[in-house]
């Protein structure tokens, strides 16, 4: 009890402030009109300020569930016209009957050299191995094994695998492979001296190892480097897929792609 008196002596004028002033307050508010509407209207402002940060809050928590919905409406009406596309336009390169299949990555590239990546779906509904895959309408891979409901892509970014391509829509045709290295970076391999490979040109598919139709983009040249005596230049390759964000997919399979791959093997004749 002592220490509680001494406790109010020691506070007695702050204690006598708080006192005086909630007097004071509740006279002007209970004999002052205005004072009490403007205490009204601040808090009305507060209140209101403290309700819209709360359903800000409340709408970027709900963000992530309606961007992954979109994403998912998104890859099936981009099947849905690449799947026109391949029809009228595609036909024209002469190679018609592309199908395509949506489809969803389980498990992307991890930067390591010889990593396979995941999708669904697998042979349950007609995937098979060695048909082409496709990020968006870029390419992304082809399928090296299918089992029931899943399948392994080999992708772009894969150490042991090489790519036909074309530098822009009617340039030589050149391989396209992966030093294992950085993500956004491939490189066209045994590019002659002489070919004209500048900065910003687009690299496409060829066509002739038949995972892909001709025209699918692949990538932008970055760099071009020639070394004096060289017979080869070095060329830089962005690739238009940004592997680390890709969550949906294309499979594509051309309807004949049993007789062309018959009719591609080497012959015995001699």
Same mark, same amino acid.
């Given at each position: 009890?002592?220490?509680?008196?001494?406790?109010?002596?020691?506070?007695?004028?702050?204690?006598?402030?708080?006192?005086?002033?909630?007097?004071?307050?509740?006279?002007?508010?209970?004999?002052?009109?205005?004072?009490?509407?403007?205490?009204?209207?601040?808090?009305?402002?507060?209140?209101?300020?403290?309700?819209?940060?709360?359903?800000?809050?409340?709408?970027?928590?709900?963000?992530?569930?309606?961007?992954?919905?979109?994403?998912?409406?998104?890859?099936?009406?981009?099947?849905?016209?690449?799947?026109?596309?391949?029809?009228?336009?595609?036909? @024209?390169?002469?190679?018609?009957?592309?199908?395509?299949?949506?489809? @969803?990555?389980?498990?992307?590239?991890?930067?390591?050299?010889?990593?396979?990546?995941?999708?669904?779906?697998?042979?349950?509904?007609?995937?098979?191995p060695g048909m082409g895959v496709l990020s968006s309408g870029a390419?992304?891979?082809?399928?090296?094994?299918?089992? @029931?409901?899943?399948?392994?892509?080999?992708?772009?970014?894969?150490?042991?695998?090489?790519?036909?391509?074309?530098?822009?829509?009617?340039?030589?045709?050149?391989?396209?492979?992966?030093?294992?290295?950085?993500?956004?970076?491939?490189?066209?391999?045994?590019?002659?001296?002489?070919?004209?490979?500048?900065?910003?040109?687009?690299?496409?598919?060829?066509?002739?190892?038949?995972?892909?139709?001709?025209?699918?983009?692949?990538?932008?040249?970055?760099?071009?480097?020639?070394?004096?005596?060289?017979?080869?230049?070095?060329?830089?390759?962005?690739?238009?897929?940004?592997?680390?964000?890709?969550?949906?997919?294309?499979?594509?399979?051309?309807?004949?792609?049993?007789?062309?791959?018959?009719?591609?093997?080497?012959?015995?004749?001699?």
């Amino acid at each position: 009890m002592r220490n509680l008196w001494l406790l109010l002596q020691r506070n007695a004028f702050l204690l006598a402030f708080i006192a005086l002033m909630s007097v004071s307050l509740s006279v002007l508010f209970r004999n002052n009109g205005a004072a009490r509407s403007s205490w009204f209207q601040r808090t009305g402002a507060i209140s209101s300020a403290i309700e819209q940060q709360r359903s800000q809050w409340s709408n970027y928590l709900h963000l992530a569930e309606q961007n992954a919905t979109l994403a998912g409406e998104n890859a099936a009406l981009r099947s849905q016209l690449l799947s026109m596309e391949m029809d009228n336009v595609w036909k @024209e390169d002469t190679l018609r009957g592309w199908t395509v299949l949506s489809g @969803e990555l389980v498990k992307g590239p991890d930067g390591k050299p010889h990593t396979l990546s995941l999708a669904t779906p697998g042979q349950d509904v007609g995937v098979q191995p060695g048909m082409g895959v496709l990020s968006s309408g870029a390419a992304f891979g082809s399928v090296e094994e299918s089992g @029931e409901t899943h399948s392994r892509i080999l992708t772009l970014l894969h150490a042991g695998a090489t790519w036909s391509c074309r530098i822009g829509r009617r340039g030589p045709v050149a391989s396209l492979g992966w030093d294992g290295v950085t993500l956004d970076r491939l490189q066209l391999k045994d590019v002659p001296r002489h070919v004209d490979a500048r900065q910003g040109d687009s690299i496409f598919t060829s066509g002739y190892d038949l995972r892909f139709p001709p025209d699918v983009p692949m990538g932008i040249i970055a760099s071009v480097e020639r070394h004096s005596g060289a017979d080869f230049i070095d060329v830089s390759v962005r690739p238009v897929v940004d592997f680390r964000a890709v969550r949906h997919v294309e499979f594509i399979e051309h309807r004949s792609d049993s007789e062309r791959v018959v009719l591609a093997q080497p012959s015995d004749l001699p």
